[in-house]
């Protein structure tokens, strides 16, 4: 889809990979293999804390009407655990070793409130930890949320999970706000072909379909740069 919107916009072919899982992203932005990329906050942090020269132009998501996220720190409906102590020695799903909302602001959250966790396990992408919840292999996973009101938590669990999924689940708690992932034009492409890119494709309503975004608002590098100690 990414791949049809971005030729069809721009009149030129695009070679899109999908990298498997973060770090193997983080490590391709930091050599200068990409054009444009879509990447989550951490891996945004972690790049303008080693590469910010590398950074031409971020644009970073809206959902929801916001450009923020929380981690919601989940449970399964009938678990029996109404607070963050009753996660005391539990078995956690993870999506990505630096995924923010599927990983370290929950993990962060839940050992400011004490909680030393059971095992670990990374699954890769939100949908399957919050499987992984629903079928109880795991106790608690995370999910991004763009506030900390019901109605949006239960929007995020929809799409990752279904109707049927999202009110099997619930939440204990609520991370900080950080900022959303966004796309990147880095220095590897040419300063004049750059504005163009940013003019053609998030001035428009293609990708903002594509994506079921709302729209995308510029922003500094460095904003991302606040969530460099949270980075394991």
Not at 26 to 36: C, I, K
Not at 62 to 84: D, Q
Not at 126 to 139: G, I, S, T
Not at 174 to 179: A, K, L, M
Request: proline share 3%; charged share 25%; net charge negative.
């Amino acid at each position: 889809m990414l791949q049809r919107v971005l030729e069809r916009e721009l009149g030129e072919a695009f070679d899109v990979r999908v990298a498997n899982d973060y770090r193997e992203l983080d490590a391709a932005l930091v050599r200068g293999e990409a054009e444009l990329a879509w990447a989550p906050a951490a891996v945004l942090a972690d790049l303008e804390a080693r590469h910010a020269s590398g950074m031409r132009s971020v644009f970073k998501v809206m959902r929801g009407g916001r450009s923020t996220y929380r981690s919601a720190v989940l449970v399964h409906a009938r678990s029996g655990r109404w607070t963050t102590g009753d996660l005391e020695g539990a078995n956690a799903g993870w999506v990505d070793p630096l995924s923010l909302s599927g990983g370290i602001l929950a993990k962060r959250l839940l050992g400011e409130h004490g909680v030393t966790l059971g095992e670990e396990r990374y699954y890769g992408s939100h949908p399957a930890a919050l499987e992984a919840l629903l079928n109880r292999e795991v106790d608690v996973a995370a999910v991004s949320t763009s506030s900390a009101v019901d109605v949006d938590l239960h929007t995020a669990l929809v799409r990752n999970v279904g109707s049927a999924g999202a009110h099997e689940i619930r939440a204990l708690a609520y991370s900080q706000v950080v900022p959303t992932d966004a796309f990147v034009l880095t220095d590897a492409m040419d300063e004049g072909r750059a504005a163009g890119v940013e003019q053609r494709v998030f001035g428009g309503s293609a990708l903002r379909l594509a994506l079921e975004t709302e729209g995308f608002e510029p922003t500094l590098a460095e904003e991302y740069s606040v969530l460099d100690a949270l980075l394991p």
